[in-house]
């Protein structure tokens, strides 16, 4: 039994040692900064491209709602084609930063755009919207077209 458990191979600390040594690596400061940051750059700029839009329907009007904290009603536009609806969001800043010790001069730019096209139904006026935004709250409300009601005969 001895000479089966001596045939098998044993554990060899120096793999043990490099695993260490890369855990070691991708866990100090800088790399893990970097990481950090290119996680924060691939999974905020996806999550906030998407806005977020409720629709409701009443007797006499469909309203779309959409919430948008933080942006200015200059950076949003609505565009109507056919039977479709489209919300644009875009923010722009541009930074300046100087430096009088160093002289140094720093400039940013950076601009996000998220867009969502809605189908709306053939039996409202799109043509007759009408937008409003207050506190952060988009708010669309589209007419509906004269509905007929047809009475029933005996």
Same mark, same amino acid.
Not at 128 to 138: E, S, T, V
């Given at each position: 039994? *001895?000479?089966?458990? /001596?045939?098998? !191979?044993?554990?060899?600390?120096?793999? #043990?040692?490099?695993?260490?040594?890369?855990?070691?690596?991708? &866990? &100090?400061?800088?790399?893990?900064?970097?990481?950090?940051?290119?996680?924060?750059?691939?999974?905020?700029?996806?999550?906030?491209? &998407?806005?977020?839009?409720? @629709?409701?329907? @009443?007797? @006499?009007?469909?309203?779309?709602?959409? =919430?948008?904290?933080?942006? =200015?009603? /200059?950076?949003?536009?609505? /565009?109507?084609?056919?039977? +479709?609806? @489209?919300?644009?969001? *875009?923010?722009?800043?541009?930074? /300046?930063?100087?430096?009088?010790?160093?002289?140094?001069?720093?400039? &940013? +730019?950076?601009?996000?755009?998220?867009?969502?096209?809605?189908?709306?139904?053939? +039996?409202? =006026?799109?043509?007759?919207?009408?937008?409003? +935004?207050?506190?952060?709250?988009?708010?669309?409300?589209? !007419? =509906?077209?004269?509905? *007929? *009601?047809? #009475?029933?005969?005996?």
């Amino acid at each position: 039994m *001895k000479d089966e458990q /001596e045939k098998l !191979p044993q554990k060899r600390p120096t793999q #043990n040692n490099l695993m260490t040594s890369i855990d070691a690596f991708f &866990s &100090s400061s800088p790399i893990k900064g970097l990481l950090q940051q290119m996680d924060d750059f691939f999974g905020n700029s996806f999550a906030e491209a &998407s806005l977020s839009v409720e @629709t409701r329907e @009443t007797a @006499t009007e469909l309203i779309i709602i959409c =919430k948008l904290p933080g942006i =200015k009603k /200059e950076q949003i536009s609505i /565009e109507t084609f056919d039977k +479709y609806l @489209t919300i644009s969001v *875009k923010n722009e800043e541009q930074l /300046e930063t100087i430096d009088e010790s160093t002289h140094f001069i720093s400039n &940013s +730019y950076s601009m996000k755009q998220a867009k969502r096209t809605i189908p709306v139904p053939p +039996y409202v =006026k799109l043509h007759a919207l009408q937008a409003n +935004y207050r506190d952060g709250l988009l708010q669309i409300r589209i !007419p =509906k077209k004269n509905i *007929k *009601k047809v #009475n029933i005969q005996d």
